[in-house]
């Protein structure tokens, strides 16, 4: 079992900056890949980060490409979400995930929800123009 908890949303300007946070309880947290979702109401859960075990490994969909980064600190159990350049399109629940599949699957299909086995409650972004 893997209990993960969200941190760092709040409202900004257009054009800032967040960093999201999400803790995870458990001592295998470097054998889960994973995830970054972002979900606004009425729409589908999209995928905005996927981080390999070590960290070494990332991926970004283009509607984030050169402004979101995730990263992780094994020693720490968490992950982190980088968000620079903030538009009002970015403007949602931001959810983070675990994986316990490998890099290869998880990144076969990034934006399928069925990959991951944890999620955590969600932290509300909310970007103003």
């Known amino acids: 079992q893997v209990q993960l908890v969200e941190s760092g949303g709040g409202l900004v300007q257009a054009g800032g900056a967040l960093r999201l946070s999400c803790a995870a309880s458990?001592?295998?947290?470097?054998?889960?890949?994973m995830g970054w979702f972002r979900q606004t109401l009425g729409k589908e859960r999209d995928v905005v980060a996927v981080?390999?075990?070590?960290?070494?490994?990332?991926y970004y969909p283009d509607s984030v490409k050169g402004r979101f980064t995730a990263s992780r600190d094994n020693a720490k159990n968490t992950v982190y979400l980088q968000m620079n350049s903030l538009k009002p399109e970015d403007t949602a629940v931001y959810y983070c995930?675990?994986?316990?599949?490998?890099?290869?699957?998880?990144?076969?299909?990034?934006?399928?929800?069925?990959?991951?086995?944890?999620w955590g409650q969600g932290t509300q972004v909310t970007v103003s123009s």
């Open positions: 995930a675990a994986s316990p599949r490998l890099w290869t699957v998880v990144t076969r299909d990034p934006g399928s929800r069925s990959r991951y086995d944890y």
């Open positions: 458990g001592r295998t947290f470097n054998n889960y890949v």
């Open positions: 981080i390999s075990r070590s960290g070494g490994s990332t």
